[in-house]
T-cell receptor, first 117, second 115 residues
Framework: DAMVIQNPRYQVTQFGKPVTLSCSQTLNHNVMYWYQQKSSQAPKLLFHYYDKDFNNEADTPDNFQSRRPNTSFCFLDIRSPGLGDAAMYLCATSRGGLGLAATDTQYFGPGTRLTVL | QQQVKQSPQSLIVQKGGISIINCAYE??????FPWYQQFPGKGPALLIA?????SEKKEGRFTISFNKSAKQFSLHIMDSQPGDSATYFCAASEDLQYNTDKLIFGTGTRLQVFP
């Protein structure tokens, strides 16, 4: 089945220890997004890629970086995790490029729950 | 102006009842209004969506009502079932570069349907 896959599902790291979260997709979508969702809050967009073009949200901390080595994979790197970075990290994809009047549905993965000790 | 306000924060409904969740927005540039359903430990999944050129959209037991002049929209779940128990997020989107969409999510409503 075509889908959005996130690994690992649960990640525990220590304060200040770099961590990388992985997302892969079999939908062949142009756009990949990373969201942060804290407990009982709405998902918040961190950044997105259209193909290889990276688009950062203005309020995303520098501590968060991303890489997209190919169409299928996208990584979220947290350089120095703080206690406030504990959250669910959601990857999503969309086809993109459909035109202004078209609906570009986003498909979400199951998320990676990050715990910072 | 980028916010989407959602209410109530939580909702308890008896099986067979109607669940109603409301959202409001300010940005008139928003042109797409999806609702996402999220079960614990899972990512959000698209439930139903509407564009502002229609006032209502129905899919099975789920209906979106849209009031463009009031800048409000709502989700109605008819004949609510225990399996509908989940967190529901409304969202609004604006076009980004490359004709993709930026979703602005509401704060979520936790729905519990009791037998």
């Amino acid at each position: 089945d075509a889908m959005v896959i996130q690994n690992p599902r649960y990640q525990v790291t220590q304060f200040g220890k770099p961590v990388t979260l992985s997302c892969s997709q079999t939908l062949n979508h142009n756009v990949m997004y990373w969201y942060q969702q804290k407990s009982s809050q709405a998902p918040k967009l961190l950044f997105h890629y259209y193909d290889k073009d990276f688009n950062n949200e203005a309020d995303t901390p520098d501590n968060f970086q991303s890489r997209r080595p190919n169409t299928s994979f996208c990584f979220l790197d947290i350089r120095s995790p703080g206690l406030g970075d504990a959250a669910m990290y959601l990857c999503a994809t969309s086809r993109g490029g459909l035109g202004l009047a078209a609906t570009d549905t986003q498909y979400f993965g199951p998320g990676t729950r990050l715990t910072v000790l | 102006q980028q916010q989407v306000k959602q209410s109530p924060q939580s909702l308890i409904v008896q099986k067979g009842g109607i669940s109603i969740i409301n959202c409001a927005y300010e940005n008139t540039a928003f042109d797409y209004f999806p609702w996402y359903q999220q079960f614990p430990g899972k990512g959000p999944a698209l439930l139903i969506a509407i564009r502002p050129d229609v006032s209502e959209k129905k899919e099975g037991r789920f209906t979106i009502s849209f009031n463009k002049s009031a800048k409000q929209f709502s989700l109605h779940i008819m004949d609510s079932q225990p399996g509908d128990s989940a967190t529901y997020f409304c969202a609004a989107s604006e076009d980004l570069q490359y004709n993709t969409d930026k979703l602005i999510f509401g704060t979520g409503t936790r729905l519990q349907v009791f037998p």
